[in-house]
Structure formats: structure tokens, C-alpha cells
């Protein structure tokens, strides 16, 4: 696997919201949409040369202040479990303009060569 890869495992764990999914920015104009960050981290060395890395997500929902956000989040994580990661946390990390649910989770990944 690649980070292309997993990265279109979460694209494509999130399609069923129907909402667009960015990788590590954006600045359209969608009201309701997802931005994720990837940091990958090598978890398990032999003879000195990676075998495993753990790739780190975090996965961020932007949406209207009135927007009911309580099944579309149980969603997110059920669709991302479902995915193969691992179960997200939450967090409210909202102010007074827009919500903002941040999500993290991650998958392990054998290194390939």
C-alpha cells in the first residue's frame, strides 16, 4: 500500500456522506465538507529497515453552526471502522462561526521493499 492508497481509503470510506472529502486543505466555498491530514509513522524495524508504518489520520468536518451533526458523526466512524481503520476519536474543536468535529484514527501498513 501507498500513500495514495490509503489515501483513497478514506475518500472512499466517506463517500456515502455525500459530502466532498480534501486532502490537507480547503478553500472553496462548500458549507459542509471533510479535510484529512496523514502522518505516517514507521512502527516496526528488522535488520534496521522499516517494516511497518502507522499511518495517522486526522479528519476534519467543517459545517453550518445549525446543522444537526449527532447521525452524520456516528456515521463518519461507522463508515471508518467499517473501512479498516481503527475507531476515531472525537473532538468538538467549534467556535462561534463554524463546527468543526475532528476525528483521528489510524491503520497499520506493511512496507512493501
Not at 480547503?26 to 512502527?43: A, I
Not at 467549534?94 to 497499520?108: A, L, R, T
Amino acid at each position: 500500500m501507498n500513500e495514495e492508497t490509503v489515501n483513497a481509503r478514506v475518500v472512499n470510506a466517506l463517500a456515502p456522506t455525500g459530502y466532498k472529502v480534501y486532502t490537507n486543505s480547503y478553500t472553496g466555498g462548500d458549507d459542509v465538507y471533510f479535510v484529512f491530514l496523514l502522518d505516517v509513522v514507521p512502527d516496526f524495524f528488522a535488520n534496521d529497515v522499516v517494516q511497518y508504518v502507522i499511518n495517522n489520520f486526522t479528519l476534519h468536518l467543517y459545517c453550518p453552526l445549525t446543522m444537526n451533526t449527532v447521525a452524520l458523526r456516528k456515521q463518519i466512524k461507522s463508515l471508518l471502522q467499517d473501512a479498516g481503520f481503527t475507531y476515531p476519536n472525537e473532538m468538538d474543536a467549534s467556535d462561534e462561526h463554524y463546527q468543526h468535529i475532528v476525528f483521528d484514527f489510524e491503520c497499520e501498513e506493511y512496507v512493501d521493499g
